[in-house]
T-cell receptor, first 111, second 111 residues
Framework: DAGITQSPRHKVTETGTPVTLRCHQT?????MYWYRQDPGHGLRLIHY???????DKGEVSDGYSVSRSKTEDFLLTLESATSSQTSVYFC??????????FGQGTRLTVV | EDQVTQSPEALRLQEGESSSLNCSYT??????LFWYRQDPGKGPEFLFT???AGEEKEKERLKATLTKKESFLHITAPKPEDSATYLC????????????FGPGTSLSVIP
């Protein structure tokens, strides 16, 4: 298994509060990604990183920010959580090939 | 618009009953196509990468094929442990490794 750990695994938060999700990898890979998965939709890319302090937006980046201060950690922040951000969030990495390897996911509920 | 669709949405098979899942795509430039398996509450697990029309990959009871407009995942003599959601994803010709996921096919194999 790829060494990817997401935390927390589950979180319930209130509307308007900030939330940070963490992704930690032990593979020393350059590319890291944050996706969200919702019923009826495929996995959709939120943000990605191609190196320390190098990040860019994906297709559904509004309301989210990311940071990568170390190769192994990629943080996703919801600045002010909304109910539409209730979802399952997955972190992924790509290594020497083009295929991505995913973490176990974080189930976030915004009430 | 770049798009990936999968059919059927859900499939119920008897153990040993072979079938195929379809992934159709309309994208501006294809570098490759991935198949993943996803079990409930877990992240997607990589199965195959296909790069060119006519290519085939096999793993146990699964065989993936690729044409210019679609891919098939053939499941031969499935077992209950093959029950999962199967995702396909297209890797596009962009400045970064942009991947578009399909919504998935939920497969149930009944003993």
């Amino acid at each position: 298994d790829a060494g990817i750990t997401q935390s927390p695994r589950h979180k319930v938060t209130e509307t308007g509060t900030p939330v940070t999700l963490r992704c930690h990898q032990t593979e020393n890979h350059r590319y890291m990604y944050w996706y969200r998965q919702d019923p009826g939709h495929g996995l959709r890319l939120i943000h990605y990183s191609y190196g320390v302090k190098d990040t860019d937006k994906g297709e559904v980046s509004d309301g989210y920010s990311v940071s990568r201060s170390k190769t192994e950690d990629f943080l996703l922040t919801l600045e002010s959580a909304t109910s539409s951000q209730t979802s399952v969030y997955f972190c992924a990495i790509t290594g020497t090939g083009t295929e991505a390897f995913f973490g176990q996911g974080t189930r976030l509920t915004v009430v | 618009e770049d798009q990936v669709t999968q059919s059927p949405e859900a499939l119920r098979l008897q153990e040993g009953e072979s079938s195929s899942l379809n992934c159709s795509y309309t994208v501006s430039g294809l570098r490759g196509l991935f198949w993943y398996r996803q079990d409930p509450g877990k992240g997607p697990e990589f199965l195959f990468t296909l790069y060119s029309a006519g290519e085939e990959k096999e793993k146990e009871r699964l065989k993936a094929t690729l044409t210019k407009k679609e891919s098939f995942l053939h499941i031969t003599a499935p077992k209950p442990e093959d029950s999962a959601t199967y995702l396909c994803a297209v890797l596009m010709k962009t400045s970064y490794d942009k991947v578009i996921f399909g919504p998935g096919t939920s497969l149930s194999v009944i003993p």
